[in-house]
């Protein structure tokens, strides 16, 4: 075939970037980035004056957050905003409700927490609000440790009221403010009880039928709620239990806390509220005041996952589909299985623990997954409060728990089992850790079908982790031989890895990964990018995910001086990508027409069968573990004609992006009138080069015009000319 061609190289350059060790990526167990909260508590107002709803989330571990609505008055979204109660202590705010207490045109803040209610006047404005404590403002009243106040205007006499739910009792109480809206009264002995909702009530006002007056729904310890709505006047309530307008919400989960606010702006309330176990639900009400209709909303607050305590991770690929899944321990002492409908690059969850629904054990449980009896069927090992190890069987359907399969264990309390090949022989080994922080390992002298565990006293030396010890192994310095992360009651994690004859500290490894309580960490590589993550598991039942940046995709350097030369057919040649890469290099791609041809680790590749007169696109990619880096490329032109050999190559500038000094590489055939040209994003002309002889010819530019001057950063295009064609690339100056 005919062997003349003319080719026009291009590369295209990655942007090297720094990077920590670790990266916090919430969005993997959280995609709405509202932080699910033990017994959270919403409560809705514009805190920040720009028209729509913020609201605070209190809890039971810190003062309420401020959660800033950064969407619109009609498509809300929500982040986690500056700390606005940074100086009040959690002992006084469980939860925290809004309203102008003292007349004066901007929010202040009504607390209740251990020590009582609260009242906090708003000292700054209405957009940047800072509150101050003004002391015994509810002095006198019985409202006892943990109240639940809201405020609203009862009697419609232009002062605010306010209704308490009690905790430890239940009941309901109202208190008609006898003051002024400037400086209010609330009298004990002026209380009204409307009812008692169980031992816990959360009850906030609204208006929800639209009538004018002020309704009461409670929330409380139990399933549902309470609804009390007011048939009176506005100035004359008449509080009456409405069982069916809350009818059949809140009933898949405990200590509903409820606010009623319009989310989406169009006239009618909707429905928020926090539950024991942390995350928040939202119901749109899709029907009318009178007549509301709810209609679950999982996207606003949704996805966050969230076991309800004692969150104990493990990954495994459960369905085999190639990808790693999620199986959780829990406090109640059953197991969560999360799928990953996601890639095995970007992990997303899906609960479907019904498989695990057999599997129910004391509690504060944790699990081990992975085939034990080689049948292809990962078994699950479980440990819990109790201390001991339990065995349970896959079936095929189901696990069915066996004993005589694991040796007697006793742990002492908080039994943490973890299945690894220590030793690599191809068997499975067994590691615990308990709660007095003692770890110990169990050597498999059986095999992968029949497993023997006996006891290797003195394995793990005197490591003590901390209470409530929980491992997982992995190579994670890298170095061919395991490590393990464990963590302990306090959320830390500590690291120690294996250095030839025994285990060495190596916190500097783990530095900043930390929960509240309880950390359960699990070592993965779930964005399948050549290292080790971490995953969090902790005492509120969540998850935390930290990136290990040391194999990321932010710097996957791609070959370089990609060139084409005739040999039998046409010999690509190419340079090893420069260094610095995030992670480890795999091998080189090529590309015929943005079709995938073939793989090497080769610097070379033969391209054969190129019909004449057609024109080629080539792409050679470096791929990494993390992935595949941007192209270099070639397009290759062929001719008709064999009697003449035209070649003339504009290789390409390296480096680009440049702060000093940048290479333009190309060849010149022989007899040819060859220039090169810079110019700036104006058109015109900063450097020129003529005169060029045959061969190949490397020109520094040093990002000064043809007078010696230097110019400023930004974008040039240089210009190769010659008699039969005129070539272009754009190039980025830095400095």
Not at 131 to 151: A, C, Q, R
Not at 598 to 620: E, R
Request: hydrophobic share 40%.
């Amino acid at each position: 075939m005919n062997r003349w061609f003319t080719i026009v190289i291009m590369i295209a350059c990655g942007k090297i970037l720094l990077a920590q060790p670790w990266e916090a990526d919430n969005t993997v167990f959280n995609p709405s980035g509202i932080p699910s909260l033990t017994f959270s508590q919403p409560r809705f107002a514009d805190l920040d004056g720009d028209g729509d709803q913020d609201f605070l989330l209190g809890n039971t571990n810190t003062a309420p957050l401020f959660v800033k609505n950064t969407g619109s008055i009609n498509a809300p979204a929500f982040t986690i905003g500056q700390n606005l109660l940074a100086g009040i202590s959690s002992l006084a705010a469980e939860v925290g409700v809004c309203a102008d207490m003292d007349a004066d045109g901007d929010l202040d803040l009504v607390t209740g927490g251990y020590t009582g209610l609260h009242l906090y006047i708003n000292a700054g404005t209405t957009t940047e609000p800072i509150f101050n404590e003004l002391l015994g403002y509810f002095s006198g009243l019985s409202v006892g440790p943990n109240p639940i106040p809201d405020m609203a205007d009862v009697d419609n006499d232009g002062d605010m009221d306010m209704v308490v739910g009690l905790s430890e009792n239940g009941a309901v109480q109202l208190y008609i403010n006898t003051g002024t809206s400037a400086n209010g009264q609330f009298i004990q002995t002026a209380m009204q009880v409307l009812g008692d909702v169980g031992l816990y009530a959360y009850p906030v006002f609204c208006d929800l039928d639209g009538d004018g007056d002020q309704d009461i729904l409670v929330g409380r310890d139990g399933h549902g709620f309470v609804y009390y709505q007011n048939t009176g006047s506005p100035t004359v309530a008449n509080w009456e239990v409405n069982s069916t307008i809350f009818s059949g919400l809140g009933n898949a989960s405990y200590w509903n806390s409820p606010d009623l606010v319009d989310l989406n702006n169009d006239g009618l309330l909707d429905l928020v509220f926090g539950t024991v176990s942390g995350p928040l639900q939202y119901y749109v009400n899709i029907g009318t005041a009178l007549s509301p209709v709810w209609t679950a909303n999982n996207s606003l607050f949704g996805g966050v996952l969230d076991v309800g305590g004692a969150s104990s991770p493990v990954f495994y690929d459960f369905d085999g589909d190639g990808d790693l899944d999620m199986i959780s321990g829990s406090q109640m002492g059953d197991i969560k299985y999360f799928e990953n409908t996601g890639t095995i690059h970007a992990p997303a969850w899906l609960e479907n623990s019904s498989y695990f629904s057999s599997i129910d054990h004391s509690i504060y449980a944790a699990v081990a997954i992975s085939d034990v009896n080689g049948d292809n069927l990962p078994d699950a090992i479980i440990g819990d409060l109790s201390g001991n190890l339990y065995f349970h069987r896959n079936t095929g359907t189901g696990f069915v728990e066996e004993t005589g399969v694991l040796p007697p264990i006793s742990l002492g309390s908080w039994s943490v089992p973890r299945l690894w090949d220590m030793d690599g022989d191809g068997d499975l080994d067994l590691a615990t850790g308990n709660d007095a922080g003692v770890m110990r390992y169990y050597r498999n002298r059986g095999t992968l079908a029949i497993p023997n565990w006996v006891e290797t006293l003195g394995y793990f030396g005197g490591i003590d982790v901390g209470s409530d010890c929980v491992p997982s192994f992995g190579d994670i310095d890298n170095d061919g031989d395991w490590d393990f992360v464990a963590g302990n009651l306090s959320g830390s994690v500590a690291c120690y890895t294996w250095q030839g004859s025994g285990w060495v500290a190596s916190p500097t490894l783990v530095g900043g990964i930390s929960v509240n309580q309880n950390a359960a960490p699990a070592l993965v590589d779930l964005d399948a990018d050549g290292d080790l993550d971490i995953v969090l598991g902790a005492y509120d039942g969540t998850f935390s995910y930290f990136r290990n940046l040391m194999y990321s995709g932010s710097v996957l350097n791609p070959p370089i001086n990609l060139a084409a030369e005739i040999a039998q057919d046409l010999l690509l040649t190419w340079d090893e990508p420069i260094a610095g890469s995030t992670s480890p290099f795999e091998h080189y791609n090529v590309y015929l027409n943005e079709v995938l041809i073939g793989s090497t680790t080769d610097t070379l590749w033969n391209l054969t069968n190129l019909a004449p007169g057609t024109s080629y696109t080539v792409l050679v990619t470096a791929e990494y573990i993390a992935g595949e880096s941007i192209p270099a490329e070639l397009i290759i032109t062929t001719t008709a004609n064999e009697d003449e050999l035209q070649i003339t190559v504009l290789l390409h500038n390296w480096p680009n992006p440049f702060t000093q000094n940048t290479t333009i590489s190309f060849n010149a055939k022989s007899g040819e009138q060859v220039s090169l040209k810079i110019y700036n994003v104006k058109g015109q002309i900063i450097r020129s080069w003529k005169g060029f002889s045959s061969g190949s010819h490397d020109v520094i530019w040093d990002g000064r015009n043809d007078n010696g001057k230097l110019v400023s950063s930004g974008v040039y295009f240089y210009r190769l000319q010659t008699e039969g064609s005129v070539q272009m690339r754009k190039m980025l100056m830095m400095k």
